[in-house]
């Protein structure tokens, strides 16, 4: 204890400088990257040396080029354009060309003017500290004047100050945790070797922070703790500057446009950016964005370049090239785990190409470096950081699971240390309250009322928090019936594997049944969309009908005709059977309006696993008819997804691995007739069942009779959908059989299903 204690007194190493809150500046007249227009160049000899001094500590290979230059030049030779943006000093060679322009493999030019010149004011209008008088002829001149004439000068720079744009404090990202432009922060687990009652015991400053040997330590609750660090601390290559320059230079004047579209047709469905944020970085003309989520915003907004009527007669970008960068640069910034990286990846994986499973796993890692699983409802933190946290990680908790259900892979993330709250409607806004006066609080409040009263905002919204729900449902049947677990659980039970299938399945499909009992009006497949706007309802629904087939896929996998009850065998069969039909028909409803909106990354796979249960069922067929019937429904299939990749060419893979199931299927053998073989048991077959098959059959009954119920949330889909609740009387029997009543019990229930699908 006392070795920490003195540890915790002993002073802090020097830190990489965090940014001057009372230096910034108008984005007219300054910038924050070296690919825009600099800050104030700064020529006193001071500001040169501490600037050089923290570049040479921060780059090693630098050190060894500015210890090796020659002597600084004559004040009349100017500095390049590179050197000066950066502020830094500029050592000309021999061939013109100066020493980091020549390390940082760029050109080295001096085209540009010079930057306008701020001085900072005390409150009586003069030069302050910092700002040598000899810098400014006017003020140099007045110091040198009488007394009584320093009045008339002193409004010299007051005037230069009123006529140039307000000064500007910090933008809201660098008051925050994990967005702050110049820095990022890893969470110290409970597990760490800095235990957190320990790092308590460290004098903390108004900002919640203390200075330490591993970096500075941030208090955000009781017993959480960050260590944030300088970016400048981590040594990556500097070529962010260089990737945003790049970017800008694919998309050339059409970035602007491409923004308004991303917010407009991706955004309201997939809120995991801080909308004002951003978009008051834009206005201010902040340039230094994370290169990949920039990049990431840009590809998607891409696909609705040919709706657009003012970029559809323009050369499209290169989008191999944008996303080649974006994944690129997406690698090096994540050796600095900031909330940024984890949207650029969820938006890169948005994308069918760019959607993979490491990925994925990477973005899970980055996201519990910083946090994203735990609970911040009470964190010492902006209110807007919290909101956005929490749509952020359960967009990160969205994209593990659906993308273990496509590649067949473990989630990664597990429940028990998953301690996020579900979003409610107030998360979703985006207002951030002003940092300075001379924002305008009254804007942003009205921006962000319109906003949340916007129909498509608010949609979009319910939509995302509905999908959330069925995504927790979809892991829980990933749970039951996928997992090593249930898969051995279901060997040994043998030819009773089905039984157990439908009983782990009723509790499942009592949830999905709710939820879809109870989706809001506008997230119906028939709620009508204004004229002009798109809706993603499309995918909600597409979501619901996998998680469906996911659970008839396990059950008709756990089917043995060999062994299975027939009776059982024939209702399992029949129930998947409405399951695709219904599935088929709803993507035969889809209109252009659901087709040219945002679809969620995994739509393309619950395509596919329509077909791959079709096929699956094909396959089992136990008749040629039956085999048949499936083949012609599947080439139907097939054809409706082609016609829909013209309009959504994201589509194209679902109608690839349909084909692939095709070739699959080509080596199945010639299904026996219906004459040779009974899919459907008579009464006296059910009837004269011995009794250990009587009790089977009752223990699956409640299972089946979910599986009834669950059929009938969405009849409007399907013609047998509505023959099914015409038979509602049928499906409400409990089976319960008792000894006396065994055999006219049997009756009516094969009665029933006869009536139902006969």
Same mark, same amino acid.
């Given at each position: 204890m006392a070795a920490t204690a003195m540890a915790m007194s002993m002073p802090a190493p020097p830190l990489a400088p965090r940014p001057v809150v009372a230096a910034w500046s108008s984005p007219l007249h300054h910038s924050v990257t070296p690919t825009g227009p600099g800050m104030p160049f700064l020529d006193s000899t001071a500001g040169k040396e501490n600037t050089i001094h923290h570049q040479i500590t921060a780059r090693p290979a630098l050190k060894q080029l500015q210890q090796s230059a020659p002597a600084a030049r004559s004040r009349k030779e100017r500095p390049c354009d590179g050197c000066r943006k950066r502020k830094s000093k500029c050592v000309l060679q021999e061939s013109r060309r100066c020493m980091l322009c020549e390390f940082h493999k760029q050109d080295c030019t001096f085209v540009e003017k010079a930057q306008p010149r701020k001085r900072k004011l005390s409150s009586d209008g003069t030069a302050g500290e910092g700002t040598p008088a000899k810098k400014s002829p006017v003020v140099h001149h007045a110091t040198a004047a009488v007394n009584g004439e320093r009045r008339s000068v002193s409004r010299t720079p007051v005037l230069n100050v009123t006529s140039a744009p307000p000064v500007r404090k910090p933008f809201a990202v660098d008051e925050s945790l994990s967005l702050q432009r110049h820095r990022h922060c890893k969470l110290l687990g409970q597990t760490t070797a800095l235990d957190a009652s =320990?790092?308590?015991?460290?004098?903390?400053?108004?900002?919640?922070?203390?200075?330490?040997?591993?970096?500075? =330590?941030? +208090?955000?609750?009781?017993?959480?703790?960050?260590?944030?660090?300088?970016?400048?601390?981590?040594?990556?290559?500097?070529?962010?500057?260089?990737?945003?320059?790049?970017?800008?230079?694919?998309?050339?004047?059409?970035? !602007?446009?491409?923004?308004?579209?991303?917010?407009?047709? &991706?955004?309201?469905?997939?809120?995991?950016? !801080?909308?004002?944020?951003?978009?008051?970085? &834009?206005?201010?003309?902040?340039?230094?964005?994370?290169?990949?989520?920039l990049a990431a915003m840009y590809l998607l907004a891409l696909s609705w370049w040919d709706h657009d009527p003012a970029l559809s007669s323009q050369p499209k970008p290169d989008m191999a090239r944008l996303e080649y960068i974006a994944i690129s640069s997406l690698t090096v910034a994540m050796q600095r785990p900031k909330i940024s990286a984890v949207q650029a990846g969820l938006l890169l994986l948005q994308r069918a190409k760019s959607s993979t499973w490491t990925l994925t796993v990477q973005l899970v890692a980055l996201g519990q470096d910083i946090g994203l699983h735990l609970d911040c409802s009470d964190w010492s933190i902006p209110l807007w950081e919290r909101r956005l946290r929490k749509r952020l990680a359960w967009a990160l908790y969205m994209q593990d699971k659906w993308s273990a259900v496509m590649h067949g892979r473990p989630s990664h993330i597990n429940a028990a240390d998953w301690a996020v709250q579900t979003p409610t409607a107030s998360d979703f806004d985006d207002s951030i309250p002003p940092i300075s006066p001379a924002d305008s609080a009254d804007q942003s409040a009205a921006e962000a009322e319109a906003a949340l009263a916007d129909p498509q905002t608010s949609k979009g919204r319910t939509i995302f928090m509905q999908m959330i729900t069925l995504t927790a449902i979809m892991s829980e049947v990933c749970s039951a019936f996928y997992s090593q677990t249930a898969r051995t659980e279901a060997l040994r039970a043998g030819r009773y594997s089905t039984q157990l299938v439908l009983n782990r399945a009723k509790p499942v499909q009592l949830k999905l049944k709710e939820w879809f009992a109870k989706l809001?009006?506008?997230?119906?497949?028939?709620?009508?969309?204004?004229?002009? +706007?798109?809706?993603?309802t499309g995918y909600l629904h597409l979501g619901y009908f996998a998680?469906?087939?996911?659970?008839?896929?396990?059950?008709? +996998?756990?089917?043995?005709?060999?062994?299975?009850?027939?009776?059982?065998?024939?209702?399992?069969?029949?129930?998947?059977?409405?399951?695709?039909?219904?599935?088929?028909?709803? &993507?035969?409803?889809?209109?252009?309006?659901?087709?040219?909106?945002?679809?969620?990354?995994?739509?393309?796979?619950?395509?596919?696993?329509?077909?791959?249960?079709?096929?699956?069922?094909?396959?089992?067929?136990?008749?040629?008819?039956?085999?048949?019937?499936?083949?012609?429904?599947?080439?139907?299939?097939?054809?409706? =997804?082609?016609?829909?990749?013209?309009?959504?060419?994201?589509?194209?893979?679902?109608?690839?691995?349909?084909?692939?199931?095709?070739?699959? =299927?080509?080596?199945?053998?010639?299904?026996?007739?219906?004459?040779?073989?009974?899919?459907?048991?008579?009464?006296?077959?059910?009837? +004269?069942?011995p009794r250990q098959w009587q009790q089977q059959k009752a223990v699956g009954a409640a299972g089946v009779q979910v599986l009834q119920d669950a059929s009938a949330s969405s009849s409007a889909f399907a013609a047998v959908a509505r023959q099914q609740q015409q038979q509602q009387p049928f499906q409400q029997q409990q089976y319960e059989f008792e000894d006396e009543e065994d055999e006219d019990d049997d009756e009516m229930e094969v009665d029933g299903w006869q009536a139902e699908y006969g």
């Open positions: =320990l790092v308590g015991l460290g004098t903390f400053n108004e900002k919640n922070e203390t200075e330490s040997r591993v970096g500075t =330590l941030r +208090q955000v609750t009781g017993s959480e703790y960050f260590s944030t660090h300088a970016d400048a601390d981590v040594p990556i290559p500097d070529d962010e500057a260089r990737a945003l320059a790049e970017i800008e230079a694919i998309v050339g004047p059409h970035g !602007q446009t491409l923004i308004d579209i991303y917010f407009r047709n &991706v955004h309201p469905s997939y809120p995991i950016i !801080q909308r004002h944020a951003f978009l008051d970085r &834009v206005r201010h003309g902040d340039k230094q964005f994370n290169p990949p989520l809001p009006v506008e997230c119906k497949m028939d709620h009508p969309t204004p004229a002009g +706007q798109l809706s993603s998680t469906e087939i996911s659970i008839h896929r396990r059950i008709v +996998q756990s089917l043995d005709p060999a062994t299975s009850d027939p009776y059982l065998l024939y209702i399992c069969r029949s129930a998947a059977k409405t399951r695709l039909i219904s599935a088929m028909d709803f &993507v035969n409803r889809l209109k252009p309006e659901h087709l040219n909106a945002f679809w969620y990354f995994a739509s393309a796979t619950n395509f596919a696993l329509i077909g791959t249960f079709g096929a699956l069922l094909q396959a089992t067929s136990p008749g040629r008819e039956e085999a048949e019937f499936y083949a012609m429904r599947l080439r139907e299939f097939k054809w409706t =997804l082609g016609v829909s990749a013209r309009k959504a060419r994201w589509v194209e893979g679902a109608v690839e691995v349909l084909e692939a199931n095709g070739e699959v =299927l080509g080596g199945l053998g010639e299904k026996p007739k219906a004459s040779t073989t009974t899919t459907q048991p008579t009464q006296s077959a059910a009837v +004269q069942q």
